[in-house]
């Protein structure tokens, strides 16, 4: 098992910036894919980025279109938490954001429904 618990959220004027954090804990051997998903009322849960790391210690990272430019994803594996840097901010990027862990070969789709372990969520408002 994988417990995640995501930080950061809050509320901020379209323009700006948030930084959420997620840290994981427990068996977290297969799970080195990480993501960011979102989730808006009334419409499903959609992916926003993830990342994972290669046998060679290298980063891939993967994004929506919809934040490609704006948000960051990174990963510090001696802190075994995953940071999504969000900037540039708007209004539609209000949801509840969530962290989500699965195995490296489903990283690249952001699919929803590959991933195993998901942290509670964490609200962020972009007030225009």
């Known amino acids: 098992q994988v417990q995640l618990v995501e930080s950061g959220g809050g509320s901020v004027q379209s323009g700006g910036s948030l930084r959420l954090s997620c840290e994981a804990s427990?068996?977290?051997?297969?799970?080195?894919?990480r993501g960011w998903f979102r989730q808006a009322p009334g419409k499903e849960r959609e992916g926003v980025a993830s990342?994972?790391?290669?046998?060679?210690?290298?980063?891939?990272?993967y994004y929506a279109d919809s934040v490609k430019g704006r948000f960051t994803i990174s990963r510090d594996n001696a802190k075994s938490t995953v940071y999504l840097q969000m900037n540039s901010l708007k209004p539609e990027d209000t949801a509840m954001y969530y962290c989500?862990?699965?195995?490296?070969?489903?990283?690249?789709?952001?699919?929803?429904?590959?991933?195993?372990?998901w942290g509670q969520g964490t609200q962020v408002t972009v007030s225009s």
């Open positions: 427990g068996n977290t051997a297969d799970s080195n894919c």
């Open positions: 990342i994972y790391t290669n046998s060679r210690g290298e980063y891939h990272t």
């Open positions: 989500a862990a699965t195995e490296t070969s489903w990283c690249q789709g952001l699919q929803r429904d590959k991933y195993h372990y």
